[in-house]
C-alpha cells in the first residue's frame, strides 16, 4: 500500500512541478528598467500605422498611408466646412476644417442678390427687343424711300 501511495505522490508532485515550470518559462521575465529608459530597445511595431512598441511601450508618430482629401462639408460664408482623408492601411480618418469663404468688407455692397440679378438679366432683354424693334422699323422706313 505504501507504494502505491508513494508512487501517486511522487506523480503528483511531477505534475505539479511541471505545470509550475511551464507557467514560470512562458512569462516575460520582469524588467527594473524599460526600454524607452535605457534606449537600448529595438523597437517592433505591428505595421507603419501602430503608435506603441510592442517591446518597451514607447509612443511614435505613425506613418499612415494618406489618401486624397476629399469635400465632406463645403464652406459658406456662415459655416465652416470640412474635409477629410483615410489612411489606405488601416482606414483611420483624418479631418481638417475648412475656414468660413467670408467676403472682404469692401466688396460686401457690391454683391448683388438674386433678385437685383434677374432684374438685370429682365431689363437687358427688354432693352435688347426695343433696340431690335426700332432697328427693324428704321430698316422698313428706309426700303419704302
Known sequence: MKTK?????ILFSAIVCALISTAMFS????????????????HEYDDDCDDECNLCGE???????FGE??????ATNDEE???ERTCVRCHVKQQAILQKTAVPEQQKGKILSKSDIAGI???????????????????KK????
Open 121 to 139: 438679366v429682365v431689363g437687358s432683354v427688354a432693352a435688347g427687343g426695343l433696340v431690335a424693334f426700332i432697328g427693324a422699323t428704321l430698316i
Open 27 to 42: 512569462m516575460k521575465p520582469p524588467r527594473a528598467v524599460s526600454y524607452a529608459e535605457t534606449g537600448n530597445c529595438q
Open 5 to 9: 501511495e508513494t508512487t501517486i505522490k
Open 81 to 83: 466646412g470640412l474635409k
Open 59 to 65: 509612443k511614435r508618430t505613425p506613418m499612415h498611408y
Open 69 to 74: 482629401w476629399t469635400v465632406v462639408k463645403e
Open 142 to 145: 428706309r426700303r419704302k424711300k
